[in-house]
């Protein structure tokens, strides 16, 4: 056995943030390389502590400042990774067009090695030049905060929407089609379940009384109590990975999914568990702070309503697919599985390699 004096400590860089993708996902990376025997040392970019979990802060009290070891960067390509540049460092991050923003492939290349959620984001840093080696380390869910749910029968349908309101989450597309397949429908409901205010920042408004848009984020463990109030789920974005579709999935959801980007990969995998939905069209990439970036798929609209129309109209046997594709996603997307897997990656990688778990 290696004695854990002779094991160098993981410095994870990272957003503690229970509220954002890359902040849940965080913890769930720390505490998992914990679980595993490495020595977890965390920097935090930004730590906002209500509702992180108990094994989180007390790795956070336990933090020092960087001192030796090898550097996880979990993030965004943001400033705070040039404090890094000269350590043997590792970036896991995503991104959700067909190009990387253009001083991207550059800042990669330094790294030991690049992991990424998905085929979709690796195939993209290779054909932007990213020359490192790239791994495909999957995000999922944790089963324990995202059980399957026996949801009641009850009059209407109600379509649940989550992700923040900008324009990559094609949400303006996702009312579109809602009202093309509920027009006239008075049990029908739509929610909206944004965060950081997007909504009024893009002026999302709701003027029909059966949309509800809920627009401040929730400093709590998941928000499983939104995907107990629906009945189908859209997942219209262009995304690195797709957190809401696996989520929606692993209540026993029906979820309808825009099948590009990096939501590909799981409506690849699962196959006809997910309600998939090509791209009806291709919009170009221009986002805010990184320039163009290459095109992003538009979902359908007519096609969602398609699908929307189906699961309104097959309640049970859209019921029995949810079911499925949450036993899938519970053995397939399971999160405990990503800090084993990002241990694995740093190890292969470092030069020379190294064991940084004391089990």
């Known amino acids: ?12 860089v990272a957003h503690f943030l229970v509220a954002d993708g890359y902040g849940s996902l965080a913890e769930y990376a720390a505490m998992g390389m914990a679980r595993e025997g490495a020595r977890v040392n965390l920097l935090p970019i930004k730590v906002f502590r209500e509702g992180l979990a108990p094994a989180v802060l007390e790795l956070l009290e336990k933090s020092t400042p960087y001192r030796e070891g090898p550097v996880l960067f979990s993030a965004a390509l943001e400033p705070e990774l040039e404090q890094y540049a000269d350590t043997e460092h590792f970036v896991h991050t995503m991104w959700e067009s067909s190009r990387l923003p253009a001083d991207w492939p550059d800042r990669l290349n330094r790294t030991r090695a690049v992991i990424v959620p998905t085929r979709f984001v690796a195939d993209v840093c290779r054909s932007s030049g ?48 809602w009202h093309l397949a509920f027009d006239g429908d008075p049990d029908a409901r739509l929610i909206i379940k944004s965060r950081f205010r997007t909504a009024r920042t893009y002026g999302l408004t709701a003027d029909d009384p059966r949309i509800t848009v809920i627009d401040d984020e929730e400093m709590v463990r998941g928000i499983l109590h939104w995907y107990e109030q629906a009945d189908v789920l859209l ?44 791209p009806g069209g291709w919009e170009t990439a221009d986002e805010p702070g990184y320039g163009r970036c290459g095109v992003r798929g538009v979902p359908d609209v007519p096609k969602v309503a398609e699908q929307l129309t189906w699961v309104a109209r097959h309640r049970e046997e859209a019921a029995s697919m949810g079911a499925a594709a949450s036993r899938w996603v519970h053995r397939n997307r399971n999160l405990w599985n990503k800090g084993p897997a990002l241990l694995d990656v740093m190890e292969t990688h470092m030069r020379p390699p190294r064991r940084l778990r004391v089990r």
């Open 1 to 12: 056995m290696v004695k854990e004096s002779a094991t160098l400590p993981v410095n994870f």
């Open 235 to 278: 997942a219209l974005g262009s995304e690195g990975f797709g957190l809401p579709l696996v989520e929606g999935m692993a209540t026993g959801l029906p979820v309808i999914a825009l099948s590009s980007e990096g939501q590909g990969d799981v409506c690849a995998d699962a196959g006809d568990l997910v309600l998939s939905v090509p």
């Open 130 to 177: 990213v020359t490192a080696p790239v791994e495909v380390v999957p995000e999922g869910v944790d089963p324990d905060l995202y059980p399957w749910i026996e949801r009641p029968a009850r009059q209407g349908m109600t379509t649940l929407v989550v992700g923040t309101v900008l324009p990559r989450k094609h949400v303006a597309q996702a009312i579109e089609a």
